[in-house]
């Protein structure tokens, strides 16, 4: 099976901060690779697939990018609404995986 | 617009047997592969297994062979996920998404193993 990790695990920031969060595969997947977010008590929500694309209404702020093994979800000025989870999930092959997560908090 | 409508609350004993079911709406069901992904407390995402809704062919993840079954219904555009065996580690919200990028998501059920 494929093994994703993430960095950092949590992370502090304040409102209009730059974040980013990596995201490694432990072998070439291609741009097969989607990011989420989840807050708590929610159903998880696609923000990126095909490591870059955008999903359908997600605000531009967020933003993908990597090929192959390593991954970077962006997030370009943090909104109070974006305070949650994040993970990323590869899907190139079976059993697609995903990430331990990363949560963002208020710092 | 696509939404993913998931079956109520379990409350089951160890050893037993639970069904979600997952109806789809929105979009044209066949189209798109349902996958399944449960959530414990506290805990990350762990994928269980996909079916392809026009073919109903599945594929799980090994940790779960021989204790899932997914099937589906088209005529009600309904997917279902069966979890034998129950156990107290099982308990988890138990979420369908549609498609291999995950696009929607139902909004889970959650499934408690308790005795």
């Known amino acids: 099976d494929i093994q994703m990790t993430q960095s950092p695990s949590s992370l502090s920031a304040s409102v209009g901060d730059r974040v980013t969060i990596t995201c490694r595969a432990s072998?070439?997947?291609?741009?097969?690779l989607a990011w989420f977010q989840q807050k708590p008590g929610k159903a998880p929500k696609s923000l990126i697939y095909?490591?870059?694309s955008l999903q359908s209404g997600v605000p531009s702020r967020f933003s993908g990018s990597g090929s192959g093994t390593d991954f970077t979800l962006t997030i370009s000025s943090l909104q109070p609404e974006d305070f949650a989870t994040y993970y990323c999930?590869?899907?190139?092959?079976?059993?697609?995986?995903f990430g331990p997560g990363t949560k963002v908090d208020i710092k | 617009q696509v939404q993913l409508v998931q079956s109520g609350a379990e409350v089951k004993k160890p050893g037993a047997s639970v069904k979600v079911s997952c109806k789809a709406s929105g979009y044209t069901f066949t189209n798109y592969d349902i996958n399944w992904v449960r959530q414990a407390t506290g805990q990350g995402l762990e994928w269980m297994g996909w079916?392809?809704?026009?073919?109903?062919?599945?594929g799980y993840a090994q940790k779960f062979q021989g204790r899932v079954t997914i099937t589906r219904n088209t005529s009600i555009s309904t997917a279902y996920m069966e979890l034998r065996s129950l156990r107290s580690e099982d308990t988890a919200v138990y979420y369908c998404?549609?498609?291999?990028?995950?696009?929607?998501w139902g909004p889970g059920t959650l499934v408690t193993v308790s005795s």
């Open positions: 998404a549609r498609g291999e990028r995950g696009s929607h």
């Open positions: 095909a490591a870059s």
């Open positions: 072998q070439g997947i291609s741009n097969y």
């Open positions: 999930q590869q899907y190139n092959f079976y059993p697609f995986t």
């Open positions: 079916m392809s809704p026009k073919s109903g062919n599945t």
